[in-house]
């Protein structure tokens, strides 16, 4: 919980991780270049006074993470997305049975959700059940850039996505979180390309579609989509930093999101460990649209209070304090389309 | 010491580093919409002068080891077909430091492989939609930075009646100026009377629709924008000293944006 000026904000981290990119866990130089890639996101984005020793980032372990995150973070709950990226990493970059055991002695503070890769087909699924049952989750994660044997991508309208999709249905897992990382096959394409979580969506409207940095870099594709597809939503992962270095560029992301989908499907993430979620959630009870941009209208206490726990809370069944609760806002002006104006062809 | 002496005396003509980066301002990143070498991409122009002609050396770099490899790929072909292109330039090396498909690209372009040759069964049929794919979301973006202009500058005009404005509207500038380009590229029409805020294919919207279409592009060049910036700054970060090779973008741009790097912490050499 964080206080400020008598408002209290019930806060939810809908991304965390407990990663190991330690050295001697890297399979290759892809390890190496992959945390390297997020300490350089993690440098550039950061104020000064929160910025780690590229040591520490390499791994932080359970205790270090249940003291950022709850101690100093103000976090209610945070989830687990974990990415495994076998490829790069030994014992891969998520560590399942770390993050799986401390949820499992956290379940009031902890959500474990867990990951799968379509293109380990039917072994895959049968490993999906035996997870399942062992682990009960509700959600995964999905990577869509990771390396596969020679695959170097999917996409979530492929056959075989579909397929444990269907399997996600009868398990009970309804929250799909989606990184769209750049995904190489085929390479004619955008690699950043949104537009497979529309299919998804429109074919699995009984699931949650969750899309990591909202999109970003394709924030337009991302908001087009989320607009038509009243189930996908927008995580704001990577996006929140913005407030310290470029908060014209954050005001204008967050702004474009409220006008598009609307404040009840937005939600908060400090993608812990690539940064800490204390100086992001102060940072955004704090901000405001800058007066001149008047295409916007000012962020509302509500609206921080939705985005930072209140929306999460809902999609994950998290008891909510009664006094905290907030009813949803009406539709955006933007409003749900039907289906044939789903269409993403005029850019 | 007669080392300096030993070097062949600059001829008139003989072609220098700034002829090639000349050339290489003329390669775009098709993503963010600008000159490579306004991006601070060219790490380095080697030449070593021949008998039959100059040997040169591009070395190009990105913000991160996992930009998409498509653009990367793209982004040193074209290097070395416009440096090829140079007069007086006998053999061309373009290699692409530091990226996860370093090896790959690198193989490829010193194959002359193309780009199935370079990727084989990653790869389709060819990169062209995607080129069409970024001008028309750079000519979109160029589109709403006019209209918006216009629209701050004169409170009276209203978004809805943005469909209405024209070519000869629009004051005298760089704004104006990036649009006519990207038109041009689109094969757009360029005289006075055009309406601005048009598809990719010329297309003008319904009065009803004005004021969407007109939202949907400012989505598009707050993503350009805000992308464009962010990955100067990663450039920045990941090599001491880039912001020497950039060149600042407008567009944009924040009072944070040139702030000086965080204290650069230890990385172990790869």
Redesign the interface.
């Known amino acids: 919980m964080y206080t400020k000026n008598g408002e209290n904000y019930f806060i939810v981290d809908a991304h965390i991780a407990l990663w190991d990119a330690r050295p001697e866990n890297q399979l290759n130089i892809h390890g190496k270049q992959f945390i390297d890639c997020f300490y350089d996101y993690h440098r550039n984005l950061s104020p000064a006074e929160e910025l780690w020793p590229y040591e520490e980032y390499l791994y932080q372990g359970s205790q270090r993470l249940m003291k950022d995150i709850f101690e100093d973070g103000y976090v209610d709950h945070a989830i687990f997305q974990p990415a495994y990226l076998g490829e790069f990493y030994k014992n891969g970059f998520g560590q399942t049975e770390e993050a799986y055991s401390l949820a499992a002695a956290n379940p009031d503070r902890l959500t474990y959700n867990h990951c799968f890769d379509p293109r380990n087909g039917e072994a895959g699924l049968d490993q999906l059940r035996a997870d399942h049952e062992r682990m009960g989750f509700t959600g995964v994660k999905l990577y869509t850039a990771e390396w596969h044997g020679d695959s170097r991508g999917y996409k979530l309208n492929d056959p075989w996505t579909y397929k444990y999709f269907e399997e996600c249905r009868k398990l009970g897992v309804k929250n799909i979180h989606v990184h769209k990382g750049p995904t190489i096959r085929p390479l004619d394409r955008d690699a950043f390309d949104v537009s497979d979580v529309d299919h998804a969506a429109t074919d699995f409207t009984d699931l949650n579609f969750v899309v990591e940095h909202v999109g970003l870099p394709r924030l337009e594709d991302f908001c087009w989509i989320a607009t038509q597809e009243p189930n996908v939503h927008g995580g704001l992962a990577v996006a929140m930093p913005f407030m310290h270095t470029r908060p014209r560029y954050f005001a204008q992301i967050i702004g474009e999101l409220i006008y598009w989908i609307g404040e009840d499907r937005i939600q908060f993430s400090s993608d812990y460990a690539l940064w800490t979620p204390r100086w992001l959630i102060e940072s955004f009870v704090d901000f405001q649209i800058p007066e001149d941009m008047t295409e916007y209208a000012p962020l509302t206490i509500e609206q921080k209070k939705k985005i930072l726990g209140l929306n999460a809370a809902k999609m994950y069944d998290l008891p909510v304090p009664e006094a905290l609760r907030i009813p949803d806002a009406p539709e955006t002006e933007t409003g749900p389309r039907q289906p044939e104006r789903a269409d993403l062809g005029a850019v | 010491m007669t080392v300096l002496q030993t070097r062949p005396a600059p001829q008139t003509g003989a072609l220098g580093t700034e002829d090639v980066r000349r050339v290489l301002g003329t390669v775009q990143d098709p993503?963010l919409d600008e000159p490579i070498t306004d991006l601070g991409f060219v790490r380095s122009i080697d030449i070593s002068p021949g008998v039959r002609g100059a040997a040169v050396h591009v070395h190009l770099r990105l913000?991160?080891?996992?930009?998409?490899?498509?653009?990367a790929?793209l982004m040193a072909s074209d290097s070395k077909d416009a440096v090829a292109a140079l007069e007086g330039v006998a053999t061309v090396v373009v290699e692409l430091d530091?990226h996860?498909d370093s090896g790959l690209i690198n193989a490829g372009l010193a194959a002359d492989a193309g780009?199935r040759g370079t990727?084989g069964?990653?790869?389709?049929?060819?990169?062209d939609?995607?080129r069409w794919?970024?001008r028309?979301?750079a000519h979109?973006a160029a589109m709403e930075r006019c209209l918006t202009e216009l629209l701050r500058a004169d409170r009276d005009l209203a978004e809805a009646d943005v469909g209405r404005v024209t070519l000869a509207d629009l004051p005298s500038g760089r704004t104006k100026t990036a649009l006519l380009r990207r038109r041009e590229a689109l094969g757009l029409p360029l005289e006075p009377g055009a309406l601005v805020l048009v598809?990719?294919l010329g297309a003008p919207y319904a009065a009803a629709d004005v004021p969407?279409a007109l939202?949907?592009a400012?989505?598009?060049r707050?993503?350009i924008?805000?992308?464009a910036?962010?990955c100067r700054?990663?450039l920045?970060?990941?090599y001491a000293g880039a912001e020497a090779d950039q060149n600042a973008r407008p567009e944009?741009a924040?009072p944070?944006?040139q702030?000086t790097?965080?204290?650069?912490?230890?990385?172990?050499n790869?």
């Not at chain 2, 913000?63 to 653009?71: A, D, G, I, L, R």
């Not at chain 2, 790097?261 to 172990?268: A, G, W």
Request: with cysteine.
């Open positions: 993503e913000p991160t080891s996992f930009c998409s490899p498509n653009f790929y530091d996860h780009y990727f069964h990653e790869a389709e049929d060819s990169l939609e995607l794919t970024f028309r979301k979109t598809d990719h969407m939202r949907r400012r989505s598009t707050i993503s924008d805000g992308n910036h962010f700054g990663l920045r970060t990941r944009g924040e944070g944006d702030h790097l965080l204290p650069i912490t230890v990385k172990e790869a």
